[in-house]
């Protein structure tokens, strides 16, 4: 079993480095929430009508990853992971069949993705590509916010999963 170990960012840092820590802190942190469970338990919903899962989570941070630093920020032609047109919420929609072991490798395999996308950009530059929900360019500094936002909500979500699943708490 694999011990995910979360630092806390730099307290003192530049902008880039502290945006970067701590989204990198609030993916640890959604890993670890995850840690020790049985791919039945990941699947495991929070409580009806919700269907929201651990596994559902870590999919679709997968997609939300693939689509703000491949398809945003640089203009990549690629599909959706889980996602189709007859089910836009597919990644949350989990199935007896679905493991963590191939969602987690497709997310991690999208935060590595990120990181060489990003690297290639400043803050202050602005997105290649653009969002489904707008025509507007995005700065990667405004990515970077929203990836860690996007995390810490969900994070929260994954806190009480976690805490229905087996009683664990924790930050």
């Not at 945006?19 to 495991?44: I, M, V």
């Not at 690629?78 to 969602?103: I, N, P, Q, W």
Request: net charge negative; hydrophobic share 35%.
């Amino acid at each position: 079993m694999t011990t995910t170990e979360r630092r806390e960012p730099a307290l003192n840092a530049d902008e880039r480095t502290m945006l970067e820590g701590w989204l990198d802190y609030h993916r640890r942190t959604l890993a670890w929430k995850c840690e020790g469970l049985t791919d039945e338990q990941l699947r495991t919903a929070s409580a009806q009508p919700s269907d929201l899962t651990l596994l559902g989570l870590v999919r679709h941070m997968a997609e939300v990853e693939r689509g703000w630093f491949r398809k945003v920020l640089a203009g990549e032609d690629v599909g959706y992971l889980y996602c189709t047109e007859e089910d836009k919420d597919r990644d949350f929609h989990v199935t007896d069949s679905d493991t963590f072991a191939e969602a987690h490798a497709a997310w991690q395999a999208e935060i590595e993705a990120a990181r060489r996308n990003a690297a290639r950009f400043g803050l202050d530059d602005v997105s290649q590509g653009k969002s489904r929900f707008t025509d507007e360019p995005f700065t990667l500094r405004w990515i970077y916010t929203h990836m860690i936002e996007e995390y810490a909500r969900h994070n929260g979500h994954a806190d009480l999963l976690r805490e229905r699943i087996d009683g664990a708490k924790g930050d």
